[in-house]
């Protein structure tokens, strides 16, 4: 997985499958989320996402009022995200 950051945008090339991906990805979103309250995370082909993952993204929008919008780039995940019904939480569109 690779991560890159361009002002408030994250994009996330690769599967995210590891405790080192969750790391480096909440490394990224904190260092972005310290500069403002919004955040546009584009994942362009990862087809999965971990627990940790959700669970971080769900405390950012819930406990830190984060305005967290994620663009998927694969219908599978897209999938994931609506089967455990978060498309609305984090305003989940397909890129």
């Known amino acids: ?8 945008v ?3 090339v ?9 790391q480096a990805l909440k490394d990224s ?3 972005v989320t310290k500069n403002g309250k919004s955040i546009i995370i584009n994942i362009e082909d ?3 996402i971990t627990s940790s993952v959700i669970g971080y993204l769900t405390k950012l929008v ?5 305005d967290v919008q994620i ?10 995200f609506d089967e455990i ?3 609305e939480l984090f305003k989940v569109t397909k890129s």
């Open 29 to 31: 979103l904190d260092s």
């Open 71 to 80: 663009k998927v780039g694969d219908a599978n995940l897209y999938e994931l």
């Open 10 to 12: 994250v994009t996330i």
């Open 62 to 66: 819930q406990k830190d009022n984060i």
């Open 46 to 48: 990862s087809i999965s």
């Open 14 to 22: 690769g599967n995210i499958k590891s405790i080192n991906d969750y």
């Open 85 to 87: 019904n978060l498309v």
């Open 1 to 8: 997985m690779n991560i890159s950051v361009s002002g408030r």
